[in-house]
């Protein structure tokens, strides 16, 4: 199966500071998804982006299909912005994508 | 407030027993997925449902039994519960077409003794 590689696992910031997150996968895919999961577990969708680039607020999110990879920007980070940030990829067969998740970049911002 | 409903939120199961995770989602949407996630090891699908009437295995199905009732709610079963099934499961839901991210439920923290 498709392989979701997420780099780097664990990232501490200063409020403030900015990062890039990156996603790695193995196979070409029509669905990529970015998500946040906060302190408290729940799952909140940031970007549906299987290719271009997107912006909300502080957060954008690029993706280059043809190389397999995508990148989420998070600029002047708040402490909010803490929790675990997953990379999921997909293909749709009929009206479902199944999607396959990576392990995750956990983020803590700090004051 | 609409979105994706899960209940219990927590459960504490003896091996061998048995059990039904429920979930409802009041969005219309079609496709409705089960994840379970364990530490360190990302969310990993066990079913989903495509639409009313189908289902379908994901990449760890066994142990599992699922039950998509109408189109709004899908159901998961633990027919005997085993503490490699100790997780959080997710359930979520997506529309017809492409375009469309997934729809979080808030989760079911379960624990196998």
């Known amino acids: 199966g498709i392989q979701v590689e997420q780099s780097p696992p664990d990232l501490i910031l200063q409020e403030g500071a900015n990062s890039t997150l990156r996603c790695n996968f193995s196979?070409?895919?029509?669905?990529l998804q970015w998500f946040h999961q906060n302190p408290w577990g729940q799952l909140i969708n940031l970007f549906y982006i299987p290719s271009g680039t997107k912006q909300n607020g502080r957060l954008s999110a690029t993706t280059v299909a043809t190389e397999r990879y995508s990148l989420l920007y998070i600029s002047s980070s708040q402490t909010t912005d803490s929790g675990v940030y997953f990379c999921?990829?997909?293909?749709?067969?009929?009206?479902?994508?199944?999607?396959?998740f990576g392990t995750g970049t956990r983020l803590q911002v700090t004051l | 407030n609409a979105g994706v409903t899960q209940t219990p939120k927590f459960q504490v199961l003896k091996t061998g027993q048995s059990m039904t995770l429920q979930c409802a989602q009041d969005m219309n949407h079609n496709s409705m997925y089960w994840y379970r996630q364990d530490p360190g090891m990302g969310l990993r699908l066990i079913y989903y449902?495509?639409?009313?009437?189908?289902?379908d295995k994901g990449e760890v199905p066994n142990g599992y039994n699922v039950s998509r009732l109408n189109k709004r709610e899908f159901s998961l079963r633990l027919e005997s519960a085993a503490p490699s099934q100790t997780s959080v499961y997710f359930c979520?839901?997506?529309?017809?077409?492409?375009?469309?991210?997934?729809?979080f439920g808030s989760g079911t923290r379960l624990t196998v003794v």
């Open positions: 449902s495509a639409s009313e009437g189908t289902t």
């Open positions: 196979d070409s895919v029509n669905n």
């Open positions: 999921a990829v997909g293909a749709y067969t009929g009206t479902a994508s199944k999607l396959t």
């Open positions: 979520a839901s997506t529309t017809r077409g492409r375009g469309y991210g997934y729809t």
